[in-house]
């Protein structure tokens, strides 16, 4: 069964680094997002992105924030200089025409 | 606007007895309701849908949902609980309008099984 990848699994880095997320969304899918879930708090959703543009964002989803689809399976979430609030869980997910949205297993970032 | 309410944030139920989640939602639009279910250490799985078909929704692993416009309650049920079901369970709408759709999460119910 076509499942959503995420890599790395854990991520740590020191505040104001760039990191990037990445995840390769199921292949015959064309709506792509980023999720974050603060670790005791409610997922939220930051951003959507079709037809290379983006769709949508949320407000959490600043000038730090971008994303890129940079071949034809990638999918990446970059945070230009990381703050300890990034800390959290990233999900990535992606769906097709029946707008079902399949979540990868999620990327943890750690800032210290 | 749209959210999601989850009113219990833990619940615990004996192995073999029925499990009830429950949800309250709000809308503007025609909504879709999912549940999506997240074990200990793994991703989120979609248990189940409501996309303005049947409202008693039949999803895996025996779960169902009710769909009460009147009540705006996506209840999650199960009659007999199995301790596999042990997990974090999250009720979440979006706008009933294309493809390219946000998720509006609640808080999550953490549900514990006992033996």
């Known amino acids: 069964e076509p499942e959503v990848t995420q890599t790395p699994s854990h991520q740590v880095t020191q505040m104001g680094q760039e990191v990037i997320l990445r995840c390769v969304p199921i292949s015959n899918h064309l709506y792509f997002y980023w999720y974050r879930q603060i670790l005791g708090q409610k997922v939220e959703f930051l951003v959507s992105f079709y037809n290379n543009e983006i769709s949508e964002k949320s407000e959490i989803f600043d000038d730090q924030f971008s994303v890129e689809r940079p071949d034809g399976s990638n999918f990446t979430l970059k945070i230009r200089s990381t703050k300890l609030e990034d800390s959290a869980m990233y999900f990535c997910?992606?769906?097709?025409?029946?707008?079902?949205?399949?979540f990868g297993p999620g990327t943890r970032l750690t800032v210290t | 606007a749209q959210s999601v309410t989850q009113l219990d944030s833990h619940v615990s139920v004996s192995e073999g007895t029925p499990v009830l989640l429950r949800c309250n939602y709000s809308s503007s639009y025609s909504p879709s309701l999912f549940w999506y279910v997240q074990h200990p250490n793994k991703g989120l799985q979609l248990l189940l849908k409501y996309t303005s078909a049947a409202t008693l929704v039949k999803g895996i692993n025996g779960f169902e949902a009710e769909f009460k416009k009147s009540e705006t309650s996506f209840h999650l049920t199960k009659p007999s609980a199995h301790m596999s079901d042990a997990a974090e369970y999250f009720c979440v709408v979006s706008d009933n309008a294309g493809n390219n759709r946000k998720l509006i999460w609640g808080l999550g119910t953490s549900l514990a099984v006992n033996p």
């Open positions: 997910a992606s769906n097709g025409p029946s707008y079902e949205q399949y």
